[in-house]
């Protein structure tokens, strides 16, 4: 009887952490491509409100992505740590709203974390300024070439399951019933 029960029965356990694995929702990095920051030394663009604009990074975004979290490092060159800061998305004149924590990177840099509601990512542009006339602030870059080539951040949250995905999953979660009712010989 154990022997007839097992193979099924792993089966059963097997798909059930799949499915499990699948819909569950995890951090993940939701574009392409590394933009981790450089922490050898300060070496970014101005982006405040005296610099007169903020500085933007073109992304590709994975399919599927819903965002919870930006992530970017920054440096004061001159003024308070103002954390008076703008976070743009896409071509929208409407800033994020959400919790910022700030916490010390490395040489000066600062990692700044923007905790948000869960919005699905269709945008391919991210703006980032300090809006404070009283500082000079600075994006971090993600190398030490002068100036940078591109600015360092992290966009993060989950990533929802394509329908092909589900498609595949429930197919498959179908066919197990036919697969235990199966002689054993």
Do not use: C
Not at 156 to 172: D, I, K, N
């Amino acid at each position: 009887m154990y022997s007839h029960f097992s193979k099924p029965a792993s089966k059963l356990l097997a798909a059930a952490i799949l499915l499990g694995s699948t819909l569950s929702s995890h951090a993940a990095e939701l574009v392409v491509g590394s933009f981790a920051p450089y922490l050898g030394a300060t070496n970014g663009n101005e982006s405040d409100f005296n610099g007169g604009s903020p500085v933007s990074q073109s992304f590709v975004a994975l399919p599927g992505a819903m965002l919870d979290k930006v992530v970017w490092w920054g440096y004061y060159n001159d003024g308070n740590d103002d954390s008076s800061f703008e976070v743009f998305l896409g071509d929208s004149a409407v800033s994020l709203a959400g919790s910022l924590t700030v916490i010390p990177a490395a040489n000066g840099v600062q990692q700044y974390t923007l905790d948000i509601t869960d919005a699905p990512l269709t945008a391919t542009k991210i703006a980032i300024w300090n809006k404070s006339d009283l500082v000079e602030w600075y994006w971090q870059g993600t190398t030490s070439d002068q100036p940078p080539a591109s600015q360092a951040f992290s966009l993060q949250g989950s990533l929802v399951p394509e329908p092909g995905t589900w498609a595949l999953m429930l197919g498959g979660l179908a066919l197990l019933p036919v697969l235990r009712r199966r002689p054993v010989h």
